[in-house]
């Protein structure tokens, strides 16, 4: 039979758990290529935990180029162009014709859209806003913490609240003088 092609355009959760989905299911019958424009992959749902001290950043990346002995093959290039009638993904460097076409390139940030937020706040959903948050909690000598849900849809509905709560834990337990205040 002949072999089909399977691309998978982003080599976050939805892209590595459909790779490797696929992969046990297909074998030998498809190739499977990922295309990520990174070259690690970094589990962001393990923020929340890196914030408060009991995760460490190099445990929870993993370059994608691990994908390779699994026999998935990883490209590490920028989707700028899907070309449906033809089958075909431009990056940057290459075209590569598909059979079936999976697209899990997540959802852009764009904290410039509102002014000051990033000089003011800490982003959660960044590896290095939350490393500069986890830094900065240590000397955090008290006041209000609000929450900041800057419009809709937003990836994860659950990570804000998560780390309200969280939050609200840890002051309990290092600063009993602050509270975590969640603004929507
Ligand atoms: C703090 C936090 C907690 C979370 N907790 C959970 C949880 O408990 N459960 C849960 O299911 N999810 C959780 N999430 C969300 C989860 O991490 C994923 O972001 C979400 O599931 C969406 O996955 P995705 O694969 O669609 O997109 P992403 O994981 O965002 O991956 C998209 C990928 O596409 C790549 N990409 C984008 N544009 C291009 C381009 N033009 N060319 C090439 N590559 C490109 C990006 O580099 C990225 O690797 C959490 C997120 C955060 C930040």
Redesign the pocket.
Known sequence: MEQKTIII?????????ASHELKKKTKELARIMV????DM????????WL?LGQRQAHKIQKP?SSLNRKGIEFIN????KIEPERKLVR?KNANFHYDYLII?????LAPEKVPGLTEAGYD???LEG?ERLREDLKNFAGGKVAIIIASLPF??L??PY??AFLLDEYFQKNRPCAAAHHVA
């Open positions: 355009l982003g080599g976050g959760t939805g892209g590595l758990v295309i990520d424009k990174n992959h970094i589990y962001a749902p393990s923020f929340l914030m994608l290039d920028e989707v700028v990056t899990a390139l997540g959802a852009e959660l959903y960044e939350v990836k994860c659950a990570a998560e780390a």
